[in-house]
């Protein structure tokens, strides 16, 4: 009796592991560094990545949402603060304001880009402002020159979401070095993985060694147990340095080929009138972590179909993130309202990304956009 057939399987995203990876932390593992608070894989994992994104500061942590936490904890902004934040994004983005009691102020988004819009900022600024939270979404940086002037004529921090942006350019500047704090994340699906993991880059000593000591809670200087401050336990392990050292090695290879492989899919679905291909603006390096397209005109519609006509065939792909003004919790608070960012939403349900890993094979990425075209023209 014959076999059934495996179906084909095309993940949406996978890292790319190697036996560099199994080296560096086996001789972690070897040395017993596997803690969070000694080894050598943690300072020069720091060091290496913070020097890649144009800074002086690495801090290690657990992850992307952690980061973002102790960026604002370490800017010490609380309760009677607002922060301007992009609301396309993953929710981490918020939680982190949320967890510090601050109030997040959702702003719109670039239609093309998906990123905030700059030039809605002006008419959000309060008294209480005292941040702007960019996402570099997908890959796309920021148009950061008109958040920087608008930072400096108001006196507000700049904090970069940088967790899905590794590499990308801003007029040839790294992200997560043009504000003040860039926060990364390194899970699995990231440019570059620890598994879990993230980082915060800076130029500011002083607040490297706060968001140092907060994220090993806060213990004093010469007594330890006499505490400087509420801490938090955001250590990244040796062992997660290890692998992300492993990973650094591989940051310009990776990012070709995830350049590679958004060029393979924006050559094969170049032309449709109903999908819009991933932008790079003349003052951008785009990275396309994920190849997200938009649905337009008579498909615009269909996104929930197409998606389903894809898993059938072993192809996954991701929906877009919902906006913060489309999230029934924030809503129910009172602290937002579904209408309050209406372009955000339109690229909410009519976005969803593709599979992207970098090692995604040329024949996948054929049949992905095979079956992609022929649900879009059912
Ligand atoms: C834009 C953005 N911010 C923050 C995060 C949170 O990172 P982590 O999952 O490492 O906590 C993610 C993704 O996971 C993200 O995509």
């Known amino acids: 009796m ?10 949406v995203g996978q890292p790319l592991l190697g036996p560099e990876e199994t080296h560096h932390v086996n001789q972690a593992l070897s040395q017993g560094a596997i803690s969070g608070f000694f080894g050598d894989y943690l300072p020069k994992f720091e060091q290496e990545f913070a020097a890649y994104c144009e800074c002086t500061h690495g801090v290690a942590v657990s992850s992307g949402t952690t980061a973002l936490h102790l960026a604002l904890a370490t ?34 988004s670039e239609p093309d880009t998906l990123n905030l819009d700059p030039g809605l900022l002006r008419a959000r600024i309060t008294p209480k402002t005292k941040a702007i939270l960019v996402v570099h979404l997908f890959g796309h940086p920021v148009d950061m020159d008109p958040v920087m002037e608008i930072a400096r004529e108001h006196n507000l921090y700049v904090i970069e979401d940088c967790a899905e942006a590794h590499g990308a350019l801003y007029k040839g500047r790294k992200v997560g070095g043009i504000g003040d704090i860039g926060c990364f994340s390194f899970y699995a699906n990231k440019v570059i993985t620890t598994g879990e993991g993230g980082m915060l880059t800076l130029n500011n000593a002083e607040w490297a060694a706060r968001a140092r000591n907060l994220k090993g809670l806060a213990f004093g200087d010469k007594n330890k147990f006499q505490h400087r401050d509420i801490g938090y336990n955001y250590r990244m392990t040796n062992l997660q340095a290890a692998i992300g050292h492993a990973q650094f090695g591989k940051i310009d290879e990776i990012i070709a080929l995830k350049r590679s ?39 615009a519609e269909r996104r929930g179909e197409v998606m389903r006509a894809l898993a059938a065939k072993g192809i996954e792909s991701r929906e877009n993130f919902l906006p913060y ?20 939403n339109s690229l909410g349900v009519r976005g969803f990304y593709l599979p992207s890993g970098p090692a995604i094979s040329d024949e996948d990425i054929n049949f992905v956009c095979d079956s992609l075209i022929e649900a879009l023209d059912q």
């Open 261 to 299: 492989v958004a060029h393979k899919y924006m050559a094969r679905l170049a032309g449709r009138d109903d999908i819009e291909l991933p932008p790079e603006k003349e003052y951008a390096r785009n990275v396309h972590w994920m190849v997200h397209i938009l649905l337009k005109g008579r498909n």
């Open 75 to 108: 800017l010490s902004i609380g309760p009677e603060d607002e922060v301007l934040v992009s609301s396309l994004t993953n929710m981490a983005t918020f939680f982190a304001v949320l967890y510090q009691g601050a109030r997040p102020v959702p702003i719109d």
């Open 325 to 344: 003004n489309m999230q029934e919790i924030f809503i129910a608070r009172g602290l937002t309202r579904h209408d309050e960012c209406p372009v955000a």
């Open 2 to 11: 014959s076999q059934p057939q495996a179906m084909r399987r095309v993940p």
